[in-house]
Nanobody, 122 residues
Framework: QVRLVESGGGLVQAGDSLRLSCAAS????????MGWFRQAPGKEREFVAT????????RYRDSVKGRFTISRDNAKNTVYLQMNSLKPEDTAVYYC???????????????WGQGTQVTVSS
């Protein structure tokens, strides 16, 4: 089992940067693919980025490519989401999640954090 706790959210202006962290506990973290998802008010939760257990493979939704970077440190049981050039449309609650394999599909993730709010003002 994996327990996930996100941090690093906040209120920023358009063009600013934020780095989200997701601290994991549990023996299987280093063997889990990790993902970041987000949910804006009134909208469904959507895929943002994912990274393989080794960190060697990543995937991003098109709207964040070139601006967001997902990474992980298995020694620290932590996954990160570096977000640059933030836009108001990036405003959402951001969740990290763990999966047995690399996936962009929400239903393939078994464990979820509680989320952290990111608000980008124009």
């Amino acid at each position: 089992q994996v327990r996930l706790v996100e941090s690093g959210g906040g209120l920023v202006q358009a063009g600013d940067s934020l780095r989200l962290s997701c601290a994991a506990s549990g023996r299987t973290f280093s063997r889990s693919a990790m993902g970041w998802f987000r949910q804006a008010p009134g909208k469904e939760r959507e895929f943002v980025a994912t990274i393989s257990w080794s960190g060697g493979t990543t995937r991003y939704r098109d709207s964040v490519k070139g601006r967001f970077t997902i990474s992980r440190d298995n020694a620290k049981n932590t996954v990160y989401l570096q977000m640059n050039s933030l836009k108001p449309e990036d405003t959402a609650v951001y969740y990290c999640a763990a999966s047995q394999s690399l996936s962009v599909y929400i239903n393939e993730y078994d464990y979820w954090g509680q989320g952290t709010q990111v608000t980008v003002s124009s």
